[in-house]
Every structure is written in C-alpha cells, then in structure tokens.
C-alpha cells in the first residue's frame, strides 16, 4: 500500500469526483456535502502523510502502470510537490467546507468541479512528464472554466469566455513547444530532459531555446505573469468569491512549472541553455509587482483588490524563480504557501462583507455598516497585515526572508526599492479599502441590516485559513528548515536525475 | 514532402491566427479549431516524417516513433473537447450579452437593443 502512496493524491479526489456524481450524493444535498467534505478530509490526510512520509524517506516515484521512467509516466514525490499537493489539499478542503454553507446550490455540480480541479493541481505538481503536466493541466482548466460559470451571471460570461479563448490558445503553444522539444530532445521525461538537453549540439541548441521559450509563454499566461495578466483581474473578481479562492492556487501551478521545467531542464546542467530565461523573467516579474501594486490602489472593490494582490504575489515569485538559487527558492516557497493562504482568505472574506453591505455589496464607498464589524474587522487587519507583510505574521517573516536571498546579488539594487515601495502602495491600498468598508457610512438611518449572521461553517474556514499565517511563524524554524531541504533537492539536479531514472519502483 | 507538410501547418496557423484575433465569437472558434489541427500535424512531425517503416517495433529493425502518435491521440481527444466546450460556451455568451463579440461589446449591444425597440 505504502509504494502506492504517490498516486493517492490524485486518485482520491477522482473518486470523490466519481462517488459524488452517482445517485445517491446527486439526490440529496445533505449526503452529497457530508460525502464531499469527507472525501476532501480524506484527501487532505492523505496528502500530510504522504509530506510527512516523504519528509523522512526521500524522494519516491511512482511508475505508472510499472512502466519505468523514461519510457513510461511517472510520478515524482519529492519534498516541493508533496508540499505543494498538501497545500492544494487544504484549500480544496477549505473551499468546499465553505461552499457547504450555502454557495454549492447556486450552479450544479459543484462539489464533483472542485475535487476534479484538486485532482489536476494535485496531478500537475506530482507529475515527472511534461506531456503528463499538459494533460493536468487541462484537467485543472476544463474543472475551472465549469467553476467560473458557477452561480454566474451575464457578467460572468463575458469573463469566462475571455478566460477560455485564452487558455485554448496557451495550450496550443504548450503543445507546440511539447512538439519541438520532444522532436530535438526525443524524450519529454522532465529528468531524462535534463540529461539530454546539455548533449545538444549545433542547430538544436536553437531549437530547444525556441521550443522553451514557448513553454515560458504558457506558464507566464497561467501564471498571469505580464504582459499576459490581463484576463486575470477580471477573471478572479467575476468568479465566486469561494471559486476566486480555490482559484488562488492555480496562478501558483504557473510558477511550479517554471520552477521544475527552468530550473531542473534549463538550470545549471544545461551547458549552452544554462538559465536562459532568467533575463526575461526578472524584468518581467519586477513589472508585474509594479502593475499589481498600481492595479490594488485602483481597485474599485475588495475582490479587484485581492486579485491585485495576487499579481503582486505573483511577481514576487517569478521574481525569486529568476535568481536560481537555494536560498530564494526556499524563501519562494515560505511565501507561495503563506500569499496562496491569505489571499484565499482575503477572498472568502470580501464575500461575507458583500453579503453584510446589502447593495454596495463590496465596493470601496460608504454604505451601510457591516452587522458583525468586530469579526470581519479583526479578519480583515490580520488579512492585511499578513499581506503587507507587517509583523508579527508570516508575510513579514516571508518578506524579510525575501530580502535576504536577493542581498548579496546585484539585482538586489533593483529588487528592494521596488519591493518595499510596492509593500507601502498595498499598504495604502488596504487601509483605504479597510476604511471605506468598515468605517464610512452614507446612509446612517439603514443601520439596522435584516441580513443574517454570517454563517459560522464559513467565518471557521476563514479564522483557519488566516490561522494559518501566525503558526507559519511559530513553527518558523521547521517550516523554514523544511523549505530549505526541499529547495537543496530542487536544485540537486544530478539527484534528482537518478532518483527518477534509476530508483522507480 | 517536407516542405508540403511544413506550408500546411504554417497555412492553418496562420489562418487560425487570423480568425482569433476577429471580434466575433464564431471566426474565434474556427480558428481555435484551425490551430488546434496544426498543432496536432505538428506533434505528428516531431516523431520525424518517414514512410514505409513499421508502426511499432515490428520485424525490421526500422520503426516509426510510436510516441508522437500517442502524444496526437491525447491532444486531439483533449481539443476536441475543449472546443465542444468553448461552442457552448459561445452560444451562452450570444444569449447573455445580446451579442457574439468576444468582449461583449456593452456599448453596441446596448444601442442594438434600442434600435430593437
């Protein structure tokens, strides 16, 4: 059973899929929500043991059909995915926990849409096969472009459609540079690649940079890395708020993939294509923090401004993708699990303001008060506070970590005025967000709202996910000790080779 | 044939590149369905174009490279049904938004209902 663990990430929430979209969950609300948050817990237990499993045996994989690799697909449990796949596992449980409340009988099918959504993050972070990584991609997509339209409304079409067109010609790129790459390299084993790929010669250095800088294309666009962000401020504000905060660990698919495919196939190892995109990421990912920090003071509304604040997350990472180096991978790390935490927070929170603001819903002007300012507004500070990065909360531990691996390097001359600023201009942003929503009233004869109390499935989801922040720093020193090992292993690139080719299973 | 297959990929992109960047719903899906198509004759090719060699590893030590037709089967299976989707999708879109441009075009659509009126 144990050797089998790799794959039970991606298995469970297929079968919750699956059990979900039979007869006796599709009758009744009840039972299909107690088998949905069920299976999701299931997921998500499995998914810790299998970090922790992973934590203290070494890297695993996972021959699919005992087709060893580089013929056969495999699955590559290492410390970064199985880290990542946890991380999925709780916020898919987080979503569907507070999709439970009421948010799962706007559209059809929700629950089965987000256990298949888990299942291709889930798949896309373990897998070890580029082509494999497209087909979960896929999944993940045809799963969020069915989430999109949930519940939706005219609005929300044009969004989805906007989304959609996009993602289908991202994924023709991705297969065109699949195509190249295989016809230079004959192999689309993301370890057997790293090989092969320091062995070319003449034009197919060429070739190989083409066909990886078409893969760049794509992963800037699921990442929203600029200029191809455009779609998601839209996209991320029209969605559900709960869907918006499943989706805040899709942009971060984008980034593994990078990650993996620069600097495992195109890192250190890769003689002539040593770190070819580094130069483009770095500029790239400096102006998607600046766009981002100009689209949050712009936002009109709470769930712009989260999206906003996704971008900047975004760039950060990208950023930190661009320095190729231990210790700001692991700082990548630290911040990807903490931005990917709170901004889902963040989003599940504009919602219940929404809902308490009656018509202003959550747009930045004066309006009706709040019904439990106490609650939202203590969630709202600690939110904005994480995000900001103030202490004592991880965002400070995250940013100041950030810093640090990018001191000793020169592009620390741009990187630390551009970042600090940007962390001030979010700053701003939140406090205005946070007055105008809590404190400037319009119309004080409407004080009274007949709305409900928030529903306490919903505010539990919240109070944890934003629990999370203070214990990533409590638990700092494991945690950090952790992101640093699986970084080490990220980066050992001729570990990691023989693991893949030489362990199976 | 090299030089036919290449012209032949290169026509459909370019063509489908043309239709994706025309406003209306229905030109942007033909030409998702166009790319799509020269992507899988491309994946086909990057196995090399050969002919008269076995499929699989046959009797003769010569084979054709059977991943690249594994690699088209996938995609073709997974942009069928993406663009079975996106149809739909359109035609949604042309019910709720009153018009098929791909960005909803409010302000025409509003002065189409007028004129309507």
């Known amino acids: 059973m144990i050797q089998h663990l790799a794959s039970l990430p991606i298995l469970l929430p297929m079968l919750a899929a699956v059990i979900l979209l039979l007869p006796p969950c599709g009758k009744s609300v009840q039972i299909r929500r107690y088998a949905s948050n069920t299976m999701a817990l299931i997921t998500f237990a499995v998914s810790v043991f299998l970090l922790i499993h992973i934590y203290n045996t070494g890297i695993s994989v996972y021959a699919i059909g005992d087709w060893s690799a580089p013929y056969g697909i495999v699955l590559v449990a290492d410390n970064l995915s199985t880290l990542l796949v946890a991380l999925t596992s709780f916020l898919g449980l987080g979503a569907i926990l507070y999709g439970s409340a009421g948010d799962d009988e706007k559209g059809s099918f929700y629950h089965p849409l987000v256990h298949f959504l888990v299942l291709g993050v889930n798949g896309a972070f373990l897998t070890g096969d580029l082509f494999n990584l497209f087909v979960f991609f896929e999944v993940l997509l045809i799963a969020s472009y069915a989430l999109l339209m949930h519940g939706g409304d005219k609005q929300n079409t044009r969004a989805a459609l906007q989304y959609v067109i996009l993602n289908l010609v991202g994924s023709s790129v991705f297969l065109i540079g699949l195509g190249i790459l295989y016809g230079v390299l004959g192999t689309l084993n993301i370890a057997d690649m790293a090989q092969k790929v320091s062995q070319l010669n003449g034009d197919d250095v060429f070739i190989a940079k083409a066909g990886g800088l078409l893969l760049l294309i794509v992963f800037a666009l699921k990442g929203a890395l600029l200029p191809l962000h455009l779609w998601l401020p839209n996209t991320y504000a029209s969605a559900k708020p709960v869907v918006a905060a499943l989706f805040a660990i899709m942009t971060k698919v984008g980034v593994y993939a990078m990650l993996r495919v620069y600097t495992v196939i195109f890192g250190e190892q890769a003689g002539a294509l040593e770190h070819m995109v580094q130069p483009w990421l770095w500029g790239l990912a400096i102006a998607t923090i600046v766009v981002g920090a100009m689209g949050a003071i712009a936002a009109q509304d709470l769930r712009k401004l989260t999206a906003n604040l996704v971008l900047v997350s975004v760039g950060t990472l990208v950023a930190l993708v661009a320095l190729q180096n231990v210790n700001a991978t692991a700082a990548l790390l630290y911040y990807l699990v903490h931005s990917t935490l709170v901004s889902a927070a963040l989003f599940l929170l504009a919602d219940l303001i929404a809902k308490q603001r009656g018509k202003v819903a959550d747009r930045l002007v004066g309006g009706r008060a709040v019904k439990q300012p106490l609650l939202l507004g203590a969630c709202f500070v600690v939110a904005a506070l994480t995000v900001v990065g103030m202490p004592p909360l991880s965002g400070f531990v995250g940013k100041i970590w950030i810093l640090k691996s990018t001191l000793n390097s020169e592009q620390a001359l741009v990187f630390w005025p551009v970042y600090l600023v940007t962390s001030f201009a979010l700053l701003v942003a939140l406090s205005r967000a946070g007055t105008s929503l809590f404190w400037e009233r319009k119309d004080k004869r409407s004080e009274s709202a007949d709305c409900a109390d928030a529903n306490p499935l919903q505010v539990t989801v919240i109070i944890g996910l934003l629990a999370c922040s203070p214990l990533l720093v409590i638990f700092g020193g494991p945690i950090s000790e952790y992101m640093v090992g699986a970084a080490t292993q990220l980066h050992d690139i001729s570990g990691g080779i023989n693991a893949v080719l030489k362990g199976g299973m | ?117």
Not at chain 2, 72 to 77: E, G, M, S
């Open chain 2, 1 to 117: 044939m090299e030089l036919l297959y290449a012209s032949c990929v290169g026509v459909l992109v370019s063509c489908g590149i043309f239709l994706l960047l025309r406003a209306r719903t229905f030109p942007v899906v033909l030409g998702l369905t166009m790319i799509s198509y020269a992507v899988n004759l491309f994946l086909f090719s990057s196995g090399r174009l050969t002919i008269n060699k076995a499929v699989v590893l046959g009797t003769g030590a010569d084979y054709a490279d059977p991943l690249p037709q594994a690699l088209v089967l996938t995609a073709i299976v997974i942009g069928f049904a993406m663009t079975a989707f996106v149809v739909i999708l359109a035609i949604r879109g042309r019910a709720d938004l009153g018009s098929d441009h791909v960005d909803g075009s409010p302000v025409k659509s509003a002065a189409a209902s007028k004129e309507q009126k």
